[in-house]
């Protein structure tokens, strides 16, 4: 059993630990490439479908790493998908407040529907297609 647990807490931190990477040097990359004022008049709506598809480009750039599921149950990688990109949202945002709080700009990224969306595509494209 505490295998099994053990199992299960590497496999989850594992595919949670990609996606945040991933997100992360996305969000490294859109603030080097757009400057946040420029971005903020923009359609909400299409900024989540860019970065939705955005996502699923990363999906399948870490295919081409991490070909395997790091989870073996199908049921917990439903979870994933379910949870990680929450999370993903969630921590995106929470960096996006703290850069606020020190005088910096927040990218869109740094917006909570932003970042669930790329993440969301992101384990859509590992859910469907890693083997």
Wanted: proline fraction near 2%; charge should be positive; include cysteine.
């Amino acid at each position: 059993m505490l295998e099994f647990l053990a199992e299960l807490l590497f496999s989850f931190v594992g595919e949670a630990l990609v996606q945040f990477v991933f997100e992360v040097l996305a969000d490294l990359g859109f603030r080097a490439v757009v400057k946040s004022t420029e971005s903020a008049n923009r359609n909400r709506v299409l900024r989540l479908i860019g970065y939705f598809c955005i996502g699923a480009l990363a999906g399948g750039i870490s295919l081409l790493m991490l070909p395997k599921h790091l989870v073996r149950d199908t049921w917990l990688r439903v979870v994933i998908v379910m949870v990680v990109p929450a999370l993903a949202g969630w921590w995106m945002s929470v960096i996006g407040s703290r850069r606020e709080a020190k005088g910096q700009t927040r990218s869109p990224l740094e917006v909570w529907a932003n970042g669930y969306s790329f993440a969301l595509a992101m384990s859509l494209v590992r859910f469907f297609f890693a083997k």
